[in-house]
């Protein structure tokens, strides 16, 4: 059993930056792919991005790419993901996830274990 705790999260202004962080304890931290996915009101869950076990992977929604950037520090047990140049759009509650090693990362019903979330605002 995997317990994932986030952090970080707040209010910004469009264009600033915010760096969550997601601390995990039980199971073996490094036998997991881990992922940030959110969700904003009224919208379904979607998947952010995620990291392979090793950290030598790693996989981003296309609206993100460029501005986040998903590490993991297996030593430590924890997984960040900095987010820079922020959009209104990107409001919502983040979620910080584990899942096996196979199986899609993009695929939110993989993961097997949840973050109780962190608010994430931006503001035009």
Not at 23 to 49: C, H, M
Not at 77 to 99: E, R
């Amino acid at each position: 059993q995997v317990q994932l705790v986030e952090s970080g999260g707040g209010l910004v202004q469009a264009g600033d930056s915010l760096r969550l962080s997601c601390a995990a304890s039980g199971g073996i931290f490094s036998t997991y792919n881990l992922g940030w996915l959110r969700q904003a009101p009224g919208k379904d869950r979607e998947f952010v991005a995620a990291i392979n076990w090793s950290g030598s992977s790693t996989d981003y929604l296309d609206s993100v790419k460029g501005r986040f950037t998903i590490s993991r520090d297996n030593a430590k047990n924890t997984v960040n993901l900095q987010m820079n140049s922020l959009k209104p759009d990107d409001t919502a509650v983040y979620y910080c996830a584990a899942k096996p090693r196979f199986g899609s990362n993009y695929d939110r019903t993989r993961y097997d274990y949840w973050g109780q979330g962190t608010q994430v605002t931006v503001s035009s």
